[in-house]
């Protein structure tokens, strides 16, 4: 299966890595690496969230965030 980011969910994402940027480089690019490291497992295994509220969509928590993903297959 192939990920496809939505335009607000990239720009959620740039924002938020952005915003942590501001305080600590570091921080902010582990933050980008784990939220991509899990998104990419989404691919292999993506049954890997619950049911998500909206009809149809499955929800994950990315750990080690403050993030989430909602996604449909």
């Known amino acids: 299966m192939q990920v496809q980011w ?3 969910a990239e720009n959620d994402r740039e ?10 480089l570091t921080a902010a690019l582990n933050q980008l690496d784990e939220i991509e490291e899990q998104i990419d497992r989404l691919a292999e295994y993506p049954k890997l ?6 009809n149809l969509s ?5 750990r080690e965030t403050a993030n989430g993903s909602l996604y449909q297959l």
């Not at 969230?49 to 909206?54: A, L």
């Not at 499955?58 to 990315?62: D, G, R, T, W, Y």
């Open 15 to 24: 924002n938020a890595i952005e915003y942590i940027a501001q305080d600590n």
């Open 6 to 8: 939505t335009d607000r």
């Open 49 to 54: 969230g619950r049911p998500g509220r909206v």
């Open 58 to 62: 499955i929800s994950n928590l990315i």
